[in-house]
Protein backbone atom coordinates (compact mmCIF):
# COMPACT_ATOMS: atom_id res chain seq x y z
CA UNK A 1 0.00 0.00 0.00
CA UNK A 2 1.00 3.52 -0.83
CA UNK A 3 0.27 6.82 -1.88
CA UNK A 4 0.84 8.40 -5.14
CA UNK A 5 3.10 11.21 -5.66
CA UNK A 6 0.52 13.54 -7.20
CA UNK A 7 -1.90 12.48 -3.59
CA UNK A 8 0.84 14.02 -1.70
CA UNK A 9 1.57 16.82 -3.81
CA UNK A 10 -2.27 17.84 -3.75
CA UNK A 11 -1.98 17.06 0.41
CA UNK A 12 1.05 19.15 0.82
CA UNK A 13 -0.96 22.06 -0.81
CA UNK A 14 -3.65 22.11 1.22
CA UNK A 15 -1.78 21.44 4.32
CA UNK A 16 0.58 24.59 3.27
CA UNK A 17 -2.48 26.95 3.14
CA UNK A 18 -4.10 25.43 6.15
CA UNK A 19 -0.27 26.67 8.31
CA UNK A 20 -0.72 29.97 6.65
CA UNK A 21 -4.41 30.48 7.67
CA UNK A 22 -5.69 32.56 10.91
CA UNK A 23 -6.51 29.19 12.61
CA UNK A 24 -5.65 29.01 16.43
CA UNK A 25 -2.71 26.30 16.62
CA UNK A 26 -4.77 23.25 17.73
CA UNK A 27 -6.98 23.77 14.69
CA UNK A 28 -4.14 24.42 12.45
CA UNK A 29 -3.05 20.94 13.88
CA UNK A 30 -5.81 18.90 13.95
CA UNK A 31 -6.49 19.97 10.11
CA UNK A 32 -2.78 18.70 9.09
CA UNK A 33 -3.00 15.94 11.18
CA UNK A 34 -6.35 14.91 9.24
CA UNK A 35 -4.84 15.39 5.66
CA UNK A 36 -1.65 13.55 6.58
CA UNK A 37 -3.54 10.60 8.02
CA UNK A 38 -5.94 10.32 4.85
CA UNK A 39 -3.18 11.30 2.28
CA UNK A 40 -0.61 8.56 3.71
CA UNK A 41 -3.73 5.91 3.80
CA UNK A 42 -3.10 5.60 7.32
CA UNK A 43 -5.62 5.18 10.55
CA UNK A 44 -4.64 8.01 12.93
CA UNK A 45 -1.71 10.58 13.23
CA UNK A 46 -0.51 12.89 16.07
CA UNK A 47 1.48 15.96 16.30
CA UNK A 48 3.20 16.17 19.65
CA UNK A 49 5.16 19.64 20.41
CA UNK A 50 8.16 19.51 23.25
CA UNK A 51 7.41 21.32 26.35
CA UNK A 52 10.07 23.47 27.04
CA UNK A 53 11.36 21.33 29.47
CA UNK A 54 12.15 19.12 27.17
CA UNK A 55 10.39 16.24 29.29
CA UNK A 56 7.85 15.72 27.75
CA UNK A 57 5.56 15.35 24.51
CA UNK A 58 2.09 17.49 24.58
CA UNK A 59 0.04 16.57 21.68
CA UNK A 60 -1.49 19.53 19.49
CA UNK A 61 -3.15 18.13 17.13
CA UNK A 62 -4.70 14.71 16.24
CA UNK A 63 -6.92 12.40 13.77
CA UNK A 64 -8.54 9.32 13.90
CA UNK A 65 -7.10 7.79 17.79
CA UNK A 66 -9.76 7.28 20.19
CA UNK A 67 -9.97 9.45 23.73
CA UNK A 68 -8.17 6.51 25.31
CA UNK A 69 -5.66 6.20 23.54
CA UNK A 70 -5.43 10.13 23.43
CA UNK A 71 -5.58 10.23 27.17
CA UNK A 72 -3.24 7.54 27.78
CA UNK A 73 -0.51 9.79 30.02
CA UNK A 74 2.25 12.13 29.16
CA UNK A 75 4.82 11.08 26.37
CA UNK A 76 7.67 11.18 28.45
CA UNK A 77 10.78 12.26 25.82
CA UNK A 78 13.33 10.00 26.92
CA UNK A 79 10.86 6.76 27.34
CA UNK A 80 8.22 6.98 24.21
CA UNK A 81 10.57 6.52 21.06
CA UNK A 82 13.33 8.90 22.04
CA UNK A 83 15.03 8.29 19.02
CA UNK A 84 12.92 10.76 17.21
CA UNK A 85 13.76 13.59 19.06
CA UNK A 86 17.45 12.48 17.98
CA UNK A 87 16.35 13.43 14.36
CA UNK A 88 16.14 10.13 13.79
CA UNK A 89 13.27 8.66 11.36
CA UNK A 90 11.56 5.73 13.76
CA UNK A 91 9.35 2.97 12.23
CA UNK A 92 8.15 0.02 14.56
CA UNK A 93 6.55 -2.51 12.94
CA UNK A 94 4.43 -3.96 15.78
CA UNK A 95 3.99 -1.41 18.39
CA UNK A 96 2.35 -3.90 20.92
CA UNK A 97 5.80 -5.89 20.93
CA UNK A 98 8.17 -2.76 21.61
CA UNK A 99 10.15 -1.83 24.12
CA UNK A 100 10.40 1.84 22.62
CA UNK A 101 6.52 1.92 22.99
CA UNK A 102 5.53 3.50 26.68
CA UNK A 103 2.26 1.95 26.30
CA UNK A 104 2.38 -1.01 24.40
CA UNK A 105 -0.68 -2.64 26.15
CA UNK A 106 -2.96 0.24 24.88
CA UNK A 107 -1.55 0.09 21.59
CA UNK A 108 -2.79 -3.59 21.72
CA UNK A 109 -6.48 -2.65 23.09
CA UNK A 110 -6.67 0.35 20.51
CA UNK A 111 -5.45 -2.30 17.48
CA UNK A 112 -2.57 -0.11 16.24
CA UNK A 113 0.17 -2.44 15.01
CA UNK A 114 2.39 -0.02 12.85
CA UNK A 115 3.63 3.50 13.67
CA UNK A 116 5.84 5.81 11.60
CA UNK A 117 7.75 9.15 13.48
CA UNK A 118 9.46 12.38 12.52
CA UNK A 119 11.42 14.43 14.40
CA UNK A 120 10.15 18.26 13.89
CA UNK A 121 12.99 19.97 13.88
CA UNK A 122 13.49 23.88 14.56
CA UNK A 123 16.93 25.18 13.77
CA UNK A 124 18.06 21.82 13.60
CA UNK A 125 16.91 21.05 17.24
CA UNK A 126 13.88 18.49 17.79
CA UNK A 127 10.85 20.52 18.96
CA UNK A 128 8.25 17.82 18.19
CA UNK A 129 6.86 15.01 16.30
CA UNK A 130 4.81 13.79 14.05
CA UNK A 131 3.40 10.10 14.42
CA UNK A 132 1.41 8.15 11.70
CA UNK A 133 -0.41 4.83 13.35
CA UNK A 134 -2.18 2.48 11.28
CA UNK A 135 -4.63 -0.77 12.48
CA UNK A 136 -3.21 -2.93 9.54
CA UNK A 137 1.01 -4.23 9.68
CA UNK A 138 2.53 -1.95 7.45
CA UNK A 139 5.73 -1.12 5.50
CA UNK A 140 6.01 2.50 4.87
CA UNK A 141 7.86 2.96 1.65
CA UNK A 142 11.04 6.49 0.96
CA UNK A 143 7.72 8.71 -0.31
CA UNK A 144 6.27 7.99 2.41
CA UNK A 145 8.68 8.79 4.99
CA UNK A 146 9.99 12.32 2.66
CA UNK A 147 6.16 13.57 2.67
CA UNK A 148 6.09 13.26 6.49
CA UNK A 149 9.09 14.76 6.60
CA UNK A 150 7.81 17.29 4.83
CA UNK A 151 4.44 18.30 6.79
CA UNK A 152 7.09 17.85 9.49
CA UNK A 153 9.17 20.81 8.08
CA UNK A 154 5.66 23.18 7.85
CA UNK A 155 5.22 22.00 11.49
CA UNK A 156 8.26 23.46 12.70
CA UNK A 157 7.42 26.86 10.62
CA UNK A 158 3.77 26.48 12.99
CA UNK A 159 5.49 25.89 15.89
CA UNK A 160 7.91 28.28 16.03
CA UNK A 161 5.31 31.15 14.82
CA UNK A 162 3.17 30.03 18.07
CA UNK A 163 5.93 30.00 20.43
CA UNK A 164 6.80 33.57 19.09
CA UNK A 165 3.03 34.38 19.50
CA UNK A 166 3.49 32.93 22.95
CA UNK A 167 6.57 35.15 24.00
CA UNK A 168 5.15 38.48 22.61
CA UNK A 169 2.11 37.35 24.85
CA UNK A 170 4.37 36.89 27.74
CA UNK A 171 5.64 40.54 26.88
CA UNK A 172 2.62 41.85 26.24
CA UNK A 173 1.15 40.74 29.70
CA UNK A 174 4.02 42.04 31.97
CA UNK A 175 4.21 45.04 30.13
CA UNK A 176 0.29 45.14 31.04
CA UNK A 177 1.31 44.89 34.54
CA UNK A 178 3.70 47.41 34.87
CA UNK A 179 1.27 49.61 33.51
CA UNK A 180 -1.33 48.44 35.90
CA UNK A 181 -3.66 47.61 33.53
CA UNK A 182 -3.77 43.76 34.62
CA UNK A 183 -7.62 43.57 34.58
CA UNK A 184 -7.17 44.40 30.96
CA UNK A 185 -8.39 41.23 28.79
CA UNK A 186 -5.54 38.42 27.76
CA UNK A 187 -4.52 37.73 24.38
CA UNK A 188 -5.88 34.21 23.76
CA UNK A 189 -3.43 32.01 24.89
CA UNK A 190 -2.43 29.12 21.77
CA UNK A 191 0.31 26.93 23.67
CA UNK A 192 -2.21 25.68 26.17
CA UNK A 193 -5.38 25.62 24.73
CA UNK A 194 -7.68 24.46 27.80
CA UNK A 195 -10.80 24.85 28.97
CA UNK A 196 -11.54 23.96 32.81
CA UNK A 197 -14.64 22.05 33.58
CA UNK A 198 -14.54 24.36 37.10
CA UNK A 199 -13.52 27.23 37.98
CA UNK A 200 -11.36 25.98 41.33
CA UNK A 201 -9.61 24.15 38.41
CA UNK A 202 -8.48 27.27 36.93
CA UNK A 203 -7.67 28.78 40.14
CA UNK A 204 -5.35 25.75 41.09
CA UNK A 205 -4.03 26.06 37.73
CA UNK A 206 -2.88 30.18 38.35
CA UNK A 207 -1.23 28.64 41.55
CA UNK A 208 0.76 26.05 39.83
CA UNK A 209 1.76 28.80 36.80
CA UNK A 210 2.85 31.24 39.91
CA UNK A 211 5.48 28.57 41.13
CA UNK A 212 6.17 27.99 37.76
CA UNK A 213 4.88 24.07 38.27
CA UNK A 214 4.22 22.28 34.92
CA UNK A 215 1.22 20.96 34.70
CA UNK A 216 -1.15 18.73 32.07
CA UNK A 217 -5.12 19.27 32.55
CA UNK A 218 -6.41 16.20 32.41
CA UNK A 219 -4.11 14.15 30.68
CA UNK A 220 -4.56 10.53 31.56
CA UNK A 221 -7.79 8.50 31.80
CA UNK A 222 -7.75 5.23 33.77
CA UNK A 223 -10.59 2.53 32.97
CA UNK A 224 -11.43 1.33 36.10
CA UNK A 225 -14.35 -1.54 35.05
CA UNK A 226 -15.15 -3.66 32.28
CA UNK A 227 -18.50 -5.30 31.22
CA UNK A 228 -18.31 -7.56 28.51
CA UNK A 229 -14.95 -6.68 27.49
CA UNK A 230 -15.44 -3.26 27.16
CA UNK A 231 -14.50 -0.04 29.37
CA UNK A 232 -17.68 0.31 32.00
CA UNK A 233 -16.07 3.55 34.35
CA UNK A 234 -13.06 5.25 34.09
CA UNK A 235 -11.37 8.01 36.16
CA UNK A 236 -10.16 11.05 34.97
CA UNK A 237 -8.04 13.35 37.21
CA UNK A 238 -8.10 16.82 37.35
CA UNK A 239 -3.68 17.27 36.61
CA UNK A 240 -0.73 15.72 36.44
CA UNK A 241 2.63 17.48 37.46
CA UNK A 242 5.61 15.58 35.58
CA UNK A 243 7.83 16.96 37.72
CA UNK A 244 6.83 15.91 40.98
CA UNK A 245 5.44 12.51 39.30
CA UNK A 246 1.33 13.50 40.88
CA UNK A 247 -1.91 12.96 39.93
CA UNK A 248 -4.13 15.53 41.76
CA UNK A 249 -8.10 15.35 42.00
CA UNK A 250 -9.11 18.53 43.25
CA UNK A 251 -11.64 18.29 46.43
CA UNK A 252 -14.92 19.53 46.88
CA UNK A 253 -16.84 20.31 49.70
CA UNK A 254 -20.26 18.24 48.92
CA UNK A 255 -20.03 15.39 50.73
CA UNK A 256 -21.82 12.91 48.55
CA UNK A 257 -19.17 13.66 45.92
CA UNK A 258 -16.23 13.01 47.95
CA UNK A 259 -17.17 9.74 49.19
CA UNK A 260 -17.78 8.68 45.47
CA UNK A 261 -14.39 10.37 44.26
CA UNK A 262 -12.62 8.23 47.08
CA UNK A 263 -14.39 5.28 46.69
CA UNK A 264 -12.99 5.84 42.43
CA UNK A 265 -9.31 6.59 44.28
CA UNK A 266 -9.32 3.41 46.21
CA UNK A 267 -9.98 1.73 43.12
CA UNK A 268 -7.34 3.51 41.25
CA UNK A 269 -5.20 2.98 43.45
CA UNK A 270 -5.81 -0.66 43.70
CA UNK A 271 -5.73 -1.01 39.88
CA UNK A 272 -2.72 0.65 39.28
CA UNK A 273 -0.35 0.75 42.10
CA UNK A 274 2.31 2.72 40.81
CA UNK A 275 0.30 5.85 40.41
CA UNK A 276 0.88 8.63 42.62
CA UNK A 277 -2.22 10.14 42.99
CA UNK A 278 -3.60 13.09 45.85
CA UNK A 279 -7.10 14.17 46.61
CA UNK A 280 -6.50 17.90 47.53
CA UNK A 281 -8.07 21.00 48.44
CA UNK A 282 -5.90 24.27 48.00
CA UNK A 283 -4.67 24.27 51.25
CA UNK A 284 -3.42 20.91 51.13
CA UNK A 285 -2.46 21.78 47.73
CA UNK A 286 0.00 24.82 49.60
CA UNK A 287 1.17 22.21 51.85
CA UNK A 288 2.55 19.94 49.77
CA UNK A 289 4.52 22.99 47.84
CA UNK A 290 6.15 23.69 51.17
CA UNK A 291 7.16 20.11 51.57
CA UNK A 292 8.65 19.70 47.97
CA UNK A 293 10.64 23.04 49.03
CA UNK A 294 8.37 25.19 46.02
CA UNK A 295 7.87 27.68 48.71
CA UNK A 296 6.83 28.96 52.14
CA UNK A 297 3.21 27.91 53.54
CA UNK A 298 0.89 30.41 52.38
CA UNK A 299 0.53 32.92 49.51
CA UNK A 300 0.95 35.61 51.85
CA UNK A 301 4.28 34.97 52.65
CA UNK A 302 5.22 35.31 49.18
CA UNK A 303 4.18 38.68 49.42
CA UNK A 304 5.58 41.21 47.06
CA UNK A 305 7.19 38.53 44.47
CA UNK A 306 5.18 38.89 41.37
CA UNK A 307 5.83 35.54 40.48
CA UNK A 308 8.49 32.72 40.25
CA UNK A 309 11.39 33.25 37.95
CA UNK A 310 12.63 29.92 38.85
CA UNK A 311 11.12 26.66 41.03
CA UNK A 312 13.73 25.25 43.34
CA UNK A 313 13.75 22.12 41.30
CA UNK A 314 14.51 23.95 37.82
CA UNK A 315 17.57 25.80 40.03
CA UNK A 316 18.74 22.43 41.55
CA UNK A 317 18.92 20.87 37.80
CA UNK A 318 20.97 23.72 36.72
CA UNK A 319 23.01 23.73 39.56
CA UNK A 320 23.78 19.83 38.78
CA UNK A 321 24.61 20.99 35.44
CA UNK A 322 27.36 23.82 36.02
CA UNK A 323 28.84 21.78 38.98
CA UNK A 324 29.32 18.40 35.86
CA UNK A 325 30.71 20.73 34.04
CA UNK A 326 32.90 22.38 37.11
CA UNK A 327 34.30 18.75 37.77
CA UNK A 328 34.97 17.66 34.05
CA UNK A 329 36.90 21.03 33.41
CA UNK A 330 38.65 20.96 36.49
CA UNK A 331 38.87 17.05 36.89
CA UNK A 332 42.54 16.09 38.21
CA UNK A 333 43.06 19.69 39.94
CA UNK A 334 42.47 21.07 43.25
CA UNK A 335 40.14 24.29 42.96
CA UNK A 336 39.63 27.45 45.66
CA UNK A 337 35.39 28.43 45.24
CA UNK A 338 35.34 32.34 46.35
CA UNK A 339 32.27 33.90 47.26
CA UNK A 340 31.08 37.34 47.67
CA UNK A 341 28.59 37.19 50.99
CA UNK A 342 25.50 36.98 51.75
CA UNK A 343 23.98 36.60 48.60
CA UNK A 344 25.80 33.46 47.59
CA UNK A 345 25.29 31.24 50.41
CA UNK A 346 22.56 29.08 48.51
CA UNK A 347 24.39 28.89 45.64
CA UNK A 348 27.38 27.97 47.14
CA UNK A 349 26.09 25.41 49.30
CA UNK A 350 24.20 23.76 46.49
CA UNK A 351 27.18 24.12 44.19
CA UNK A 352 29.79 22.43 46.13
CA UNK A 353 28.27 19.38 47.14
CA UNK A 354 27.62 18.46 43.69
CA UNK A 355 31.33 19.05 42.60
CA UNK A 356 33.28 15.78 42.22
CA UNK A 357 36.78 17.22 42.78
CA UNK A 358 38.89 18.84 45.48
CA UNK A 359 37.55 21.86 46.66
CA UNK A 360 38.48 24.63 49.64
CA UNK A 361 36.31 27.49 50.48
CA UNK A 362 36.71 31.30 51.02
CA UNK A 363 34.65 34.48 51.47
CA UNK A 364 34.89 38.16 50.85
CA UNK A 365 32.32 40.77 52.12
CA UNK A 366 32.28 43.66 50.26
CA UNK A 367 30.13 47.38 50.81
CA UNK A 368 29.12 49.77 48.49
CA UNK A 369 29.52 53.66 49.00
CA UNK A 370 30.14 56.98 46.90
CA UNK A 371 27.58 59.37 45.33
CA UNK A 372 25.93 56.30 43.27
CA UNK A 373 26.87 53.67 45.51
CA UNK A 374 28.73 51.77 43.32
CA UNK A 375 32.00 52.64 44.33
CA UNK A 376 33.05 48.65 45.93
CA UNK A 377 34.72 48.33 49.28
CA UNK A 378 36.32 45.44 50.57
CA UNK A 379 35.37 44.78 54.33
CA UNK A 380 36.29 40.97 54.53
CA UNK A 381 39.38 39.64 52.61
CA UNK A 382 40.37 36.01 51.67
CA UNK A 383 41.71 33.76 54.84
CA UNK A 384 44.17 32.28 52.78
CA UNK A 385 46.47 32.64 49.75
CA UNK A 386 45.27 32.39 46.45
CA UNK A 387 48.95 32.50 44.41
CA UNK A 388 49.52 29.62 42.47
CA UNK A 389 46.04 28.34 42.93
CA UNK A 390 42.54 27.69 40.41
CA UNK A 391 40.71 29.96 41.95
CA UNK A 392 36.93 29.69 40.45
CA UNK A 393 35.09 32.89 41.20
CA UNK A 394 31.48 32.07 42.03
CA UNK A 395 28.48 34.81 42.36
CA UNK A 396 24.67 34.90 42.55
CA UNK A 397 24.37 37.72 40.06
CA UNK A 398 26.29 40.02 38.06
CA UNK A 399 24.38 43.00 36.93
CA UNK A 400 26.67 46.15 35.75
CA UNK A 401 29.70 44.05 35.87
CA UNK A 402 31.13 46.69 38.42
CA UNK A 403 31.39 44.79 41.20
CA UNK A 404 32.73 41.43 39.90
CA UNK A 405 35.31 43.52 37.69
CA UNK A 406 36.74 44.91 40.81
CA UNK A 407 36.67 41.60 42.65
CA UNK A 408 38.87 39.71 39.74
CA UNK A 409 41.16 42.71 39.71
CA UNK A 410 42.02 42.24 43.26
CA UNK A 411 42.34 38.80 42.89
CA UNK A 412 44.32 38.67 39.94
CA UNK A 413 46.62 41.00 41.93
CA UNK A 414 47.63 37.68 43.85
CA UNK A 415 48.16 35.71 40.76
CA UNK A 416 46.37 32.40 41.19
CA UNK A 417 47.41 30.08 38.44
CA UNK A 418 43.81 30.29 36.64
CA UNK A 419 40.68 32.24 37.48
CA UNK A 420 37.49 32.22 36.45
CA UNK A 421 34.04 33.23 37.28
CA UNK A 422 30.42 30.97 37.74
CA UNK A 423 27.53 32.97 38.70
CA UNK A 424 24.22 31.95 38.44
CA UNK A 425 22.04 34.83 37.12
CA UNK A 426 23.53 36.64 34.01
CA UNK A 427 21.25 40.04 34.20
CA UNK A 428 23.21 40.90 30.63
CA UNK A 429 20.84 43.49 29.71
CA UNK A 430 21.89 45.42 32.24
CA UNK A 431 25.80 45.34 31.80
CA UNK A 432 28.21 47.93 31.74
CA UNK A 433 31.57 45.95 32.01
CA UNK A 434 32.40 43.49 29.75
CA UNK A 435 33.46 40.65 32.93
CA UNK A 436 34.41 37.43 31.11
CA UNK A 437 32.13 34.96 32.60
CA UNK A 438 32.74 31.21 32.20
CA UNK A 439 29.50 29.62 33.57
CA UNK A 440 26.50 30.57 33.66
CA UNK A 441 23.56 29.38 35.10
CA UNK A 442 20.54 31.49 33.72
CA UNK A 443 20.25 34.80 31.85
CA UNK A 444 17.55 36.75 33.87
CA UNK A 445 15.48 39.55 32.69
CA UNK A 446 16.18 43.46 33.20
CA UNK A 447 13.94 42.39 36.60
CA UNK A 448 14.95 42.89 39.82
CA UNK A 449 15.28 39.38 41.17
CA UNK A 450 15.12 37.86 44.86
CA UNK A 451 15.13 34.50 46.94
CA UNK A 452 17.80 31.79 47.43
CA UNK A 453 19.89 33.95 48.99
CA UNK A 454 19.52 36.91 47.00
CA UNK A 455 17.62 39.88 49.12
CA UNK A 456 15.67 42.84 48.89
CA UNK A 457 16.75 45.21 51.85
CA UNK A 458 18.05 42.04 53.72
CA UNK A 459 14.45 40.44 53.10
CA UNK A 460 13.46 37.13 51.02
CA UNK A 461 17.03 35.83 51.15
CA UNK A 462 15.19 32.51 52.29
CA UNK A 463 12.98 31.72 49.68
CA UNK A 464 13.79 28.18 47.67
CA UNK A 465 12.40 29.98 44.63
CA UNK A 466 13.93 33.02 42.79
CA UNK A 467 10.88 35.33 41.92
CA UNK A 468 10.75 38.76 40.36
CA UNK A 469 9.91 41.53 43.32
CA UNK A 470 6.51 43.45 42.49
CA UNK A 471 8.09 46.62 40.14
CA UNK A 472 5.84 48.57 42.82
CA UNK A 473 8.09 48.31 45.82
CA UNK A 474 11.10 49.27 44.09
CA UNK A 475 9.34 52.09 42.34
CA UNK A 476 11.52 54.94 42.68
CA UNK A 477 14.41 53.40 43.75
CA UNK A 478 17.83 53.33 41.84
CA UNK A 479 18.67 49.77 41.78
P1 LIG B 1 26.77 44.64 39.75
O1 LIG B 1 28.00 45.23 40.33
O2 LIG B 1 25.86 45.69 39.15
O3 LIG B 1 27.04 43.52 38.77
O4 LIG B 1 25.88 44.09 40.93
C1 LIG B 1 26.10 42.92 41.56
C2 LIG B 1 25.39 42.88 42.87
O5 LIG B 1 24.18 43.66 42.87
C3 LIG B 1 24.98 41.47 43.16
O6 LIG B 1 25.99 40.74 43.78
C4 LIG B 1 23.76 41.67 44.02
O7 LIG B 1 24.12 41.83 45.36
C5 LIG B 1 23.16 42.99 43.54
N1 LIG B 1 22.05 42.76 42.59
C6 LIG B 1 22.01 43.11 41.29
N2 LIG B 1 20.84 42.76 40.73
C7 LIG B 1 20.12 42.18 41.71
C8 LIG B 1 18.81 41.60 41.75
O8 LIG B 1 18.06 41.52 40.77
N3 LIG B 1 18.42 41.10 42.94
C9 LIG B 1 19.20 41.13 44.06
N4 LIG B 1 20.42 41.65 44.05
C10 LIG B 1 20.89 42.18 42.89
New binding site residues.
Partial sequence: MGSSRGTYYSALKRIARVANSPLSLRRTCNSIAKSTARAMQANGCRILSLDSQKEYLITVGTYGLSDLYLKKGPLDARKSLPDILEGKVVFIADATKNERVQYPQIALTQGISSILGVPVLGKGEAIGEIRIYTREPRQFSEADKSFLLSVADICAVIFERAELHHLLEQDYKTNEKRRKLSQASPLPTTLKPVSFAHPSEEDFAKLLDFYCIEWLYEPRSFPLKWEGGKIAEMFTPDFYLPELDLYVELTTLKQNLLTEKNRKLRQLRQLYPEVNIKLLNKNDFLKLLAKYGYGPLGEAKVEGIDRVLYTHAQIQRRVRTLARRISRDYAGQRLVLIG?LK?VVCFMSDLMQHLSIPVTLDFMAISYYGGDG?VVKITRDLDSSITGQHVLMV??????????NYILSHLSAHNPASLRVCTLLD?RA?RLINVPLDYVGFEVPD????GYG???KGEYRNLPFIGILHPELIKGHN?
Fill in positions: IGQEDIVDTGMTLKREFVVLDYL
